[in-house]
């Protein structure tokens, strides 16, 4: 089950409101872990993660995998996801939950302008969709 935001926007039953948010990889990842969050933030998360992580009454949001994330990579579209199931999405680089093997300072994403996906530095601040495994 996907959000059909970007993290730091709210969804208004039809559409998302707001700015899409960007993201150190690693507030990303940690994004569920309270004492990770408290950790990174020195405090509790700020109202976006708050809102994106208890988003339907659920608090088993994450960071997708790299494969999950290119599992909703339309080429039919632009930018290249279904904009009817992900409207307003920016064309630009989401974050997975994927360390890149080869450099343990990188990670991947996707790049929502060509569905191509990079790896790079987790110090670059990029966009953020949640998922859950849960039905």
């Known amino acids: 089950m996907w959000q059909r935001?970007?993290?730091?926007?709210?969804?208004?039953?039809?559409?998302?409101?707001?700015?899409?948010?960007?993201?150190?990889?690693?507030?990303?990842?940690?994004?569920?872990?309270?004492?990770?969050?408290?950790?990174?933030?020195?405090?509790?998360?700020?109202?976006?993660?708050?809102?994106?992580?208890?988003?339907?009454?659920?608090?088993?949001?994450?960071?997708?995998?790299?494969?999950?994330?290119?599992s909703i990579v339309d080429k039919k579209h632009h930018p290249v996801i279904c904009s009817s199931a992900f409207p307003n999405t920016p064309a630009r680089f989401y974050w997975s939950a994927s360390s890149d093997a080869a450099d343990s300072g990188h990670a991947w994403g996707v790049l929502f302008a060509s569905g191509s996906d990079y790896g790079y530095s987790r110090d670059h601040s990029y966009h953020v969709r949640l998922v859950r495994t849960g039905q």
């Open 5 to 70: 935001f970007s993290v730091g926007q709210r969804w208004s039953g039809k559409t998302p409101t707001g700015t899409a948010g960007s993201y150190h990889w690693n507030v990303a990842v940690n994004h569920g872990k309270k004492t990770g969050l408290m950790r990174l933030f020195g405090g509790e998360p700020d109202q976006h993660w708050q809102y994106a992580t208890a988003f339907a009454g659920y608090d088993d949001w994450r960071v997708p995998t790299l494969n999950e994330l290119r």
